[in-house]
């Protein structure tokens, strides 16, 4: 599976972004990952399409929710009430496999993974 992300940017402390990753095929879970300066790369969210169960990390559970376009095999990532720590690369990830949920937070479970786009949070 290719994965193209984009829509990264730089915004204020407050202000909204949304994310978009277009994949080349149908998938069994796609998510967002992110790795800040100096830190592990970091589950924030994903949503295992067949029965559309979605988690999301404590840090960003009431601000992000992911959204699809079926028709276009395309995620999005709505993120409102943005903080200067979520100021990270973002990266999608999508596996064809069906994950387990308490699996679905482990970025070893992805076997394809977008190019990462930078959203920079300022205060």
């Known amino acids: 599976v290719q994965l193209q992300a984009s829509g990264g940017g730089l915004v204020q402390a407050g202000g909204a972004l949304r994310l978009s990753c277009a994949a080349s095929?149908?998938?069994?879970?796609m998510g967002w990952f992110r790795q800040a300066p100096g830190k592990d790369r970091e589950f924030v969210a994903a949503r295992r399409w067949r029965d559309g169960n979605t988690q999301y990390t404590n840090s960003v559970k009431g601000r992000f929710t992911i959204n699809r376009d079926n028709a276009k095999n395309t995620m999005y990532l709505e993120m409102n009430n943005l903080k200067p720590e979520d100021t990270a690369v973002y990266y999608c990830?999508?596996?064809?496999?069906?994950?387990?949920?308490?699996?679905?937070?482990?970025?070893?479970?992805?076997?394809?993974w977008g190019q990462g786009t930078l959203v920079t949070v300022s205060s």
């Open positions: 095929t149908r998938t069994g879970v």
């Open positions: 990830a999508a596996t064809t496999r069906g994950l387990i949920v308490s699996s679905i937070g482990n970025k070893l479970e992805y076997e394809s």
